[in-house]
């Protein structure tokens, strides 16, 4: 079973850029890592998805090295609304959807 | 386009008990998967269905068993309730190309919050 480890948590301010990190091992080699926010009481939401290098969308860049052992999101110039828990999903090597154990995110005024 | 919709939001029951979640899947999505989410902690991956068949499982016993139905709607079933079974359940739908695809985002709904007492 693939095992992911992410910080518990960031504090930012308003503005700056937020790089989080997941590490895994035994990831699928053929799979997606994937990005997710939540706030309380409502179900994950999509952030974004890579392969391998970089993909950025409108709202986040991933960056996922060769060995994709890692990944990390990138938020540009984070706002309050920023604020909620981040989880990266990977497919394990036998085929299990993990989630990481998500970092919980504070933006300050 | 309609989203990811779960009933009820909310459900207390007791120990030893049955219970039958519900969750309508996104318009033109095909596969749908569940996930068990205690307080404070990240998703855990139940199990999935694709065209009605499940194809992925995670670390859950047997209890733990689901339907997925021609329109794409979904249960989740769980038998014999214990009180570690108590946590917000949540549903995703998703497009995917085949069995054993895994890449598509997520669609997530609100969740249903289990209490077992």
């Known amino acids: 079973l693939a095992k992911t480890t992410q910080p518990i948590s960031m504090d930012s301010y308003e503005g700056q850029e937020v790089n989080i990190t997941c590490s895994h091992n035994n990831i699928a080699t053929n799979d997606y890592i994937t990005w997710y926010q939540q706030f309380p009481s409502q179900g994950p939401r999509f952030i974004i998805q890579g392969y391998k290098t970089k993909v950025t969308n409108e709202v986040a860049s991933l960056f996922i090295p060769a060995d994709r052992k890692s990944s990390t999101l990138s938020l540009p110039r984070v706002s309050l609304s920023d604020t909620a828990v981040y989880y990266c999903l990977l497919l394990d090597s036998s085929y299990k959807l993990i989630f990481g154990s998500g970092t919980r995110l504070l933006v300050r005024p | 386009e309609t989203g990811v919709t779960q009933s009820p939001t909310h459900l207390i029951k007791t120990r030893g008990q049955q219970v039958t979640l519900r969750c309508s899947s996104q318009?033109?999505?095909?596969?749908v998967s569940w996930y068990q989410q205690a307080l404070g902690q990240g998703p855990q991956f139940i199990f999935q269905y694709y065209r009605e068949e499940e194809n992925g499982r995670g670390n859950f016993p047997p209890r733990f068993s689901g339907l997925q139905f021609p329109n794409y709607s979904s249960e989740l079933n769980v038998n014999a309730l214990e009180l570690d079974d108590s946590a917000l359940y949540l549903c995703?739908?998703?497009?995917?190309?085949?069995?054993?695809?895994?890449?598509?985002?997520?669609?997530f709904g609100n969740g249903t919050r289990l209490t077992v007492t």
């Open positions: 995703a739908s998703s497009l995917v190309a085949g069995v054993g695809a895994y890449n598509s985002p997520l669609h």
């Open positions: 318009s033109g999505h095909n596969t």
